[in-house]
Structures are given as C-alpha cells and as structure tokens.
Nanobody, 115 residues
Framework: QVQLVESGGGLVQPGGSRRLSCAAS????????MGWYRQALGNQRDLVAA???????NYADSVKGRFTISRDGAKNTMYLQMNSLKPDDTAVYYC?????????WGQGTQVTVSS
C-alpha cells in the first residue's frame, strides 16, 4: 500500500508564496509519476503540475512561471513552490502518485489566497 500526506497549506495574501509538501510512504517503486492537483469549491479536480521519477515536469498554463514542482527521491517527498499567488489559486491541493497503473491520492491541503 501507499500513503500520501500533504502539508503546507494555509492562508496567504495575494502576491505571497507558499510551499506544499507531499510525503509518500509504503511500497514506492522506482518508476512513477507524482503530481499536484487542485479542486476549487464547485469545480472539478484539475492538474496543476506533474513530475516523473526522471525529473521531467509539466505545468498547467495557469501556473507556468509561478509554480515549481520538485521531488526528493531519497525522501520520497514531492514539493510545490507557489509564488505570486492569486485569489484564483484558492483550492484544496491534492498529491497523486501513479505507479504500475495504480493511482494513489493524499487527503488534500487547503490553500486560501485572500487579503
């Protein structure tokens, strides 16, 4: 089994920064893809950014240039550095791990961008 635990959410002012973490534990295979998704109230869950075990990344257009995804393989931890935050970034942020055809999700962490 795999467990994913997100942390780092909270209230941040517009223009501010926040770093989210996702710690993975359990049966983690060497080849996988990890990603951050977000779901605003009343909306569907959308991809924010993803990173492969080889380090390749992709981003949603709405966050390019502002968010940076990274991972520490030794710690099985993924990060999302969020800069220049906007009220539209307010959402529950979820961590996802895809390996060997199976998806695993964390419980989510709320990020609220408001003055």
């Amino acid at each position: 089994q795999v467990q994913l635990v997100e942390s780092g959410g909270g209230l941040v002012q517009p223009g501010g920064s926040r770093r989210l973490s996702c710690a993975a534990s359990g049966s983690i295979f060497r080849i996988n893809v990890m990603g951050w998704y977000r779901q605003a109230l009343g909306n569907q869950r959308d991809l924010v950014a993803a990173i492969t075990s080889g380090g390749s990344t992709n981003y949603a257009d709405s966050v390019k240039g502002r968010f940076t995804i990274s991972r520490d393989g030794a710690k099985n931890t993924m990060y999302l550095q969020m800069n220049s935050l906007k009220p539209d970034d307010t959402a529950v942020y979820y961590c996802k791990l895809l390996q060997r055809g199976a998806d695993y999700w964390g419980q989510g962490t709320q990020v609220t961008v408001s003055s």
